[in-house]
């Protein structure tokens, strides 16, 4: 994954896709990743994934996270994978938590989602999950 040596600490970017207004989840999210010693940028509600991408880009994030209460995840994901590549952010730790059915585990990790947390997650997985990744 992409290394942030020359920087210090890990840049970790939250966004909530879409519609989605419900971001209760993802801000105890990112308190807890603040806590847990990591730079946060959260994009605040209903972002469409190209401006997911444009922020993630201008901030060289390591992490892309979301945070899908609304169930359009998987097409979604489909688009900001697209400019992922597009953008050259296809090398970012990328991965996605909330509301996600059985069903669309494997659609996203087909995409290429590296992490995905369902409701009910302990934070400190997700803390984890970062830190042993991103070096």
């Not at 945070?67 to 998987?74: D, L, N, Q, R």
Request: proline share 5%; glycine share 10%; with cysteine.
């Amino acid at each position: 994954m992409n290394s942030n040596t020359n920087r210090g600490r890990i840049r970790v970017l939250i966004a909530k896709p879409g519609l989605d207004g419900h971001d209760r989840g993802a801000k105890i999210v990112v308190r807890a990743l603040i806590d847990a010693g990591f730079e946060v940028i959260y994009t605040g509600l209903r972002q469409p994934p190209e401006a997911v991408a444009q922020v993630a880009m201008e901030e060289d994030v390591d992490v892309i996270g979301l945070s899908s209460m609304a169930g359009s995840h998987v097409p979604y994901c489909k688009r900001l994978k697209e400019l992922m590549v597009e953008k050259g952010l296809d090398d970012k730790l990328w991965m996605i938590g909330g509301v996600i059915p059985m069903p669309d585990q494997a659609a996203l990790r087909d995409l290429g989602l590296d992490g995905i947390f369902p409701a009910g997650t302990r934070l400190e997985e997700i803390v984890e999950f970062i830190n042993e990744r991103v070096q």
